[in-house]
């Protein structure tokens, strides 16, 4: 009975994320459309409201082309690769007080290791499409996610440290109801080197080097299509909503809220990540890309020092004032 | 039951996988099949309760290591520039090396006797997780240990540094030094 109604609550899931995927291309086409004083998505139903789903329907009856000369079976496999991981990232997010898949105890440690694994989906399929553009944008996205795994993860020592615990729920109840309890202050420092790379791991501008379509046609997926192309995009819509949720989770204060809300609990976890959601689209809208060695530079050379200064002060204030 | 079943589950695919990363042709197959073993390793610290470990074993194997080893397999073009001799004159020779190796892991294992149990049961870690149970006692009980593998570390920083210095000094002033013929052949 309880594995039915974890299947049942796994279910839901899926199909909760799947829709927000859809219309959180929807939500980013019109933000970008009004910033550019256009119209957006117009055509389908109301304000073009149906057009995530017949963009879904398209790419679910394109066909489905596999390159001659590429490597079989790591080429189908990287979008799966892609996707599941990031999906697995999922359960053990809290989206309200109780509501989580998976209260396991080394929660945010598990997110980095499915987010680092879902960077081989990216250099697979990079490297199976046996196509130079594709190949170079898994080679980019490779250094990319390496170097600001490193400053991302060192950017959460200090709320770790200051919650004491790995496990997402707690951190959120170490946050406490104030305003003035959520990490955001203590932890300024941490907080944009964590935003900083949380774009670049996310291959959002402007950091989209991976995919830079100027320059790489559509880098690592520029070889794919329907719905393994879909998958792609899938991923990495999921892979923002994760970066956001630990966002909010790490330095917003997670579920809590001025009031708490009678019926559906996770309303303001929901409303803190399309804040997130929201900051990243206006940041696409708004900035030009990197250059690779700037990137290079900015992630060694000013992020991972900030980070490391960011733990040793935390840890020398934690210890003097307890 | 479940235990036993997960157990056997992981133990074999960490064969089997083992067997494939040696065996295949395909480079970056072998990685993969690398990768797929340390996650079954993962799978095999979570079943002795060693949450923590399983995770690191997946953030620095997994997301670090074997990437990092995927980046120098594509930057080589393997056919042109890896040409091993064997290192014994036959094959069969190897074969029976590597045969008489295993029969005498084999013999070993009678030998093998169980440790006294320490203060850690698997309730008490339990109770303090796991994770704060092994920094705890790395950082007090076994902190020389720990501060010597941490200057060891430190010092294999310290001579890729110098290396890599010395790379650059001696091909001109930092420009890339990679011709455009990376990778076509290693994905064939």
Known sequence: MDILLMLLWIVILVVVIMLHVAYATYFERKIIGHMQVRLGPMRVGWHGLLQPIADGVKSFFKEDIIPENADRSTFLAAPIICLTAMMTALAVLPFAKGWVLADIDIGLLFIFAMSSLASYGVVLAGWSSNSKYSFLGGMRSMAQVISYEISMGLSLVGVMLLAGSLNLSAIVEAQGDRFLGMYLLPQCIGFFVFFISMLAETNRVPFDLPEAETELVSGYSTEYSGMRYAIFFMAEYIGMMVMASIGTVCFLGGWNGPFPVPFFPPLWFVLKVYLFMFVFIWIRATLPRYRYDQLMGLGWKLLIPLALANIVLTACLKAILA | ?188
């Open chain 2, 1 to 188: 039951m479940f235990l036993q079943l997960f157990f056997a589950y992981c133990a074999l695919m960490i064969v089997a996988s083992g067997l494939l990363a040696i065996s295949l042709r395909n480079p970056v197959h072998c990685v993969l099949m690398v990768l797929v073993l340390f996650f079954h390793m993962a799978g095999l610290y979570l079943t002795l309760n060693a949450e923590f470990l399983a995770a690191v074993q997946i953030i620095v194997y997994a997301g670090a290591i074997l990437v990092l080893y995927l980046f120098v397999l594509f930057l080589v073009s393997l056919r042109e520039e890896l040409h091993l001799n064997g290192f014994v004159p036959n094959a069969w020779l190897g074969r029976i090396i590597a045969a008489g190796l295993a029969v005498l892991l084999l013999a070993i294992i009678p030998a093998f006797i169980l440790g006294e149990k320490g203060e850690w049961t698997v309730e008490a870690v339990r109770q303090v997780t796991h994770t704060k149970a092994l920094g705890q006692e790395l950082f007090t009980t076994y902190l020389l240990p720990f501060e010597i593998a941490g200057l060891i570390l430190l010092v294999a920083l310290i001579g890729g540094l110098v290396l890599a210095r010395r790379d650059q000094a001696g091909s001109g002033d930092g420009v890339d030094p990679e011709p455009a013929t990376i990778g076509k052949e290693v994905s064939q």
